[in-house]
């Protein structure tokens, strides 16, 4: 078999979604599975719905998650250029070999001209059953064609199709798939108004010339495969021809269809890897970066819309979900997209992450905070409580009282744990804490207060409860030694103390 080559060819009109992603990642992890080579190149041949922006936004998002290319737009490789809009001597040559072998023509109907078409036949197709009726180079002959695209008129060039002829696309998802060529329509290949392909022979065109060896897209380009099929063989590449496999949708995660912005925006999830600046109408849409998302979780999470492994191991790193993939393992029916697994994901490897690097990313909440602490203390606390949150952005609100002392203290809490005696074993407990040294020692720490309880007769929850809320403010937080253990000795003595003056005596 011939190297694997893979290619992801994205139309910069905007920013990724989501579903583009993990198209993206199922090439990327099948050409690494293969040692095969990873493409990238840039479809702007609609320079109409061209976004300023959208190519780096794409760049930048596969860098965040960890996908490399080996070749294309901004990577190099020999194929190039990767950019669309710098092909164009490359495509005119077989637009006019398709021309040449009779295979396409020249038309040079006005949109008035079609839209008239359209309002009088129902469902009007350009296709063998309407060409005659139409303006171009078939019924107007070679020479008048000559005459008038020398004269400037802006023409379309078309392919001609064959009715009743059996196309079949052979998919790796979805096994044989058999359309009849009488549906399909004489689509536009070329336009003279901008001396640009269409995406259709752009897109095989580039695919033969880089020795693409499999399409893996979405869905939504099934409708597109059967003419890309013919144009294969017009183009006389069939044997070259890459395999193809449909990717199945992304669906709603409630209801049917699919997955829409407008879906996240409801619901309140991204459906973009990073956040995007609508460069038109200054709208900001949320990426997954800035939500607090690591890129390992969604990379994990998307593997998994569509696809699994066929056991029930849901937690993959990039390297074993190059190792477990297969193509052929993909459904053909849409994938939900449940975003509270995703949420569910990003808990996961957060308790798998390194604390430090999330430290690093906690430190930024607590100086925009106003507060100044050192990283060793952060990584100490994201350590105790970081399996109580799903984000990192979680954290800080669920961890201020490590550097921030309470000014108040819950009421309820005071109600039900501030027994009358309560300040005479607080007082006594402070005694007991002061003459403790070891409060890096959380065991230790807890085994010596727990002896003093024991030896006093003093219920644990009558100490606990009460000590935790003169350190804390309220009954929340871990174990009440890990609290000790961040605060230090000085400043618990010091909370005990501002808690004795405001508490009931
Ligand atoms: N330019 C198309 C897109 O935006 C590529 C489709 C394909 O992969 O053939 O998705």
């Known amino acids: 078999m011939d190297k694997v080559r893979v290619r992801f060819a994205p139309s910069p009109t905007g920013p990724l979604h989501i579903g583009g992603v993990r198209t993206a990642l199922y090439n990327y992890l099948f050409a690494r599975q293969h040692g095969g080579e990873f493409v990238f190149r840039i479809e702007d041949t609609d320079s109409n719905r061209f976004v300023p922006g959208a190519e780096e936004y794409i760049i930048e998002s596969f860098k965040w998650l960890g996908i490399k290319f080996d070749e294309g737009v901004s990577f190099g490789g020999e194929y190039?250029?990767?950019?669309?809009?710098?092909?164009?001597?490359?495509?005119?040559?077989?637009?006019?070999?398709?021309?040449?072998?009779?295979?396409?023509?020249?038309?040079?109907?006005?949109?008035?001209?079609?839209?008239?078409?359209?309002?009088?036949?129902?469902?009007?197709?350009?296709?063998?059953?309407?060409?005659?009726?139409?303006?171009?180079?078939?019924?107007?002959?070679?020479?008048?064609?000559?005459?008038?695209?020398?004269?400037?008129?802006?023409?379309?060039?078309?392919?001609?199709?064959?009715?009743?002829?059996?196309?079949?696309?052979?998919?790796?998802?979805?096994?044989?798939?058999?359309?009849?060529?009488?549906?399909?329509?004489?689509?536009?290949?070329?336009?003279?108004?901008?001396?640009?392909?269409?995406?259709?022979l752009a897109n095989i065109v580039d695919d033969h010339m880089m020795h693409i060896t499999h399409v893996i897209r979405g869905e939504e380009w099934l409708p597109s495969a059967p003419l890309h099929v013919l144009l294969y063989k017009y183009l006389g590449w069939s044997d070259t021809m890459p395999r193809?496999?449909?990717?199945?949708?992304?669906?709603?995660?409630?209801?049917?269809?699919?997955?829409?912005?407008?879906?996240?925006?409801?619901?309140?999830?991204?459906?973009?890897?990073?956040?995007?600046?609508?460069?038109?109408?200054?709208?900001?849409?949320?990426?997954?970066?800035?939500?607090?998302?690591?890129?390992?979780?969604?990379?994990?999470?998307?593997?998994?819309?569509?696809?699994?492994?066929?056991?029930?191991?849901?937690?993959?790193?990039?390297?074993?979900?190059?190792?477990?993939?297969?193509?052929?393992?993909?459904?053909?029916?849409?994938?939900?997209?449940?975003?509270?697994?995703?949420?569910?994901?990003?808990?996961?490897?957060?308790?798998?992450?390194?604390?430090?690097?999330?430290?690093?990313?906690?430190?930024?909440?607590?100086?925009?905070?106003?507060?100044?602490?050192?990283?060793?203390k952060v990584e100490q606390v994201v350590g105790f409580m970081k399996s109580r949150v799903s984000f990192i952005k979680e954290l800080w609100p669920l961890c201020s009282f490590f550097w921030i002392a309470p000014t108040s203290y819950d009421e309820k809490a005071i109600q039900k744990r501030w027994k009358e005696e309560t300040p005479r074993i607080m007082h006594e407990l402070y005694d007991v804490m002061a003459a403790w040294d070891n409060y890096d020692d959380i065991e230790g720490s807890e085994a010596h207060v727990k002896a003093w309880c024991e030896q006093k007769g003093y219920p644990l929850g009558n100490v606990m409860n009460p000590f935790r809320l003169m350190l804390v403010g309220e009954l929340k937080g871990p174990h009440m030694f890990e609290v000790t253990a961040v605060l230090g000795k000085e400043e618990t003595l010091r909370r005990m103390e501002t808690a004795f003056a405001a508490l009931p005596k």
């Open 80 to 200: 190039g250029p990767y950019r669309q809009s710098e092909r164009k001597e490359i495509y005119k040559v077989y637009v006019d070999q398709l021309l040449r072998d009779g295979l396409a023509y020249v038309a040079f109907d006005t949109p008035e001209k079609l839209e008239a078409k359209r309002k009088e036949i129902p469902n009007f197709q350009y296709d063998a059953t309407t060409r005659l009726s139409m303006d171009n180079s078939l019924v107007i002959g070679g020479e008048e064609t000559a005459r008038r695209i020398a004269n400037g008129d802006k023409y379309v060039v078309r392919i001609k199709i064959e009715p009743g002829e059996d196309i079949v696309v052979n998919d790796i998802i979805r096994g044989e798939v058999h359309i009849n060529s009488s549906i399909i329509d004489d689509k536009v290949l070329y336009k003279s108004a901008d001396n640009l392909p269409t995406y259709h």
């Open 244 to 376: 193809f496999a449909h990717l199945p949708l992304l669906l709603k995660p409630d209801g049917n269809g699919k997955l829409s912005k407008r879906d996240g925006d409801r619901l309140g999830f991204p459906v973009f890897p990073l956040e995007w600046h609508d460069p038109k109408t200054g709208d900001v849409s949320s990426g997954y970066r800035e939500s607090g998302y690591l890129p390992e979780a969604v990379i994990n999470f998307l593997a998994l819309l569509g696809w699994n492994p066929g056991t029930e191991q849901e937690i993959m790193s990039l390297d074993e979900l190059v190792s477990l993939f297969r193509l052929e393992r993909c459904s053909k029916s849409g994938a939900k997209f449940d975003f509270e697994k995703g949420k569910w994901f990003n808990h996961q490897y957060l308790q798998m992450a390194d604390n430090r690097r999330i430290a690093e990313e906690m430190m930024k909440d607590i100086t925009a905070n106003g507060v100044v602490t050192d990283m060793a």
